[in-house]
């Protein structure tokens, strides 16, 4: 059974810090990882999709790499602003149609 | 419509009550998903539609669960006879078909239904 676990749980850093988010999957055999962002009372946001075949994707200051084999992912999100405080949600699909397997999250909070 | 919609955004039903939370996909959107997410978890999928065949619902958790999407668009959950259990907030999401080759879409969430079951 695919598990999805992020690493840290929460996350609190002052504004300008460069810092890297944590994702471990269980079984590598997945279709694509998918970055989300979900702010409180919020739907969730995509950020970055990175197909299997892909090492990497990056979208203005973040960048989420995949390591399908040691089943790893990371954000990294560059020079961190008060307005990046949210939770952070990885997902794998696991094969087909797309359905999405999801981690806990990580409770970002940037202070100014 | 610009994105996925959901109504009602919140509902309040007391235990033993019938709810039924509505999906509003993209326009032009064949796949949709509904997912459950308690508090301070990640969302856990409930099912899936492709148009209007319901391909996957495994993650339903019990037969008071029932989603239809009738006419491939618009889609119902509906939970019968509500416990307190199911208290969480409820999301929908569509995407495209897959392109050719393998590569697939992202998915698109909604902004949910928070129900809380008294």
């Known amino acids: 059974k695919q598990e999805v676990t992020q690493i840290p749980a929460a996350l609190s850093v002052p504004e300008g810090e460069n810092l890297v988010l944590n994702c471990s999957f269980t079984?590598?055999?997945?279709?694509?990882l998918q970055w989300f962002r979900q702010d409180p009372g919020k739907g969730l946001t995509s950020l970055l999709l990175?197909?299997?075949?892909?090492r990497e994707q990056t979208s203005g200051r973040l960048n989420a790499s995949l390591d399908k084999s040691s089943g790893r992912s990371t954000l990294y999100i560059a020079a961190s602003q008060p307005g990046d405080s949210a939770t952070y949600l990885c997902a794998v699909s696991p094969g087909g149609y797309n359905k999405l397997i999801f981690g806990a999250g990580t409770r970002l909070a940037v202070h100014p | 419509g610009a994105g996925v919609s959901q109504s009602p955004r919140y509902k309040v039903a007391k235990r033993g009550q019938d709810v039924a939370l509505r999906c509003d996909p993209i326009?032009?959107?064949?796949?949709l998903f509904w997912y459950q997410q308690a508090l301070g978890q990640g969302p856990e999928f409930l099912t899936y539609?492709?148009?209007?065949?319901?391909?996957?619902k495994s993650g339903l958790p019990s037969d008071r669960f029932f989603a239809e999407r009738p006419e491939g668009s618009v889609s119902t959950l509906k939970i019968q006879r509500t416990q307190q259990e199911d208290s969480a907030v409820y999301l929908c999401?569509?995407?495209?078909?897959?392109?050719?080759?393998?590569?697939?879409?992202?998915?698109?969430f909604g902004p949910g239904t928070r129900l809380t079951v008294l």
């Open positions: 999401a569509s995407s495209s078909l897959p392109l050719a080759g393998g590569l697939s879409h992202e998915q698109f």
């Open positions: 326009s032009g959107h064949v796949s």
């Open positions: 990175i197909q299997s075949s892909q």
């Open positions: 539609f492709q148009n209007e065949a319901q391909l996957d």
């Open positions: 079984d590598s055999a997945i279709y694509n």
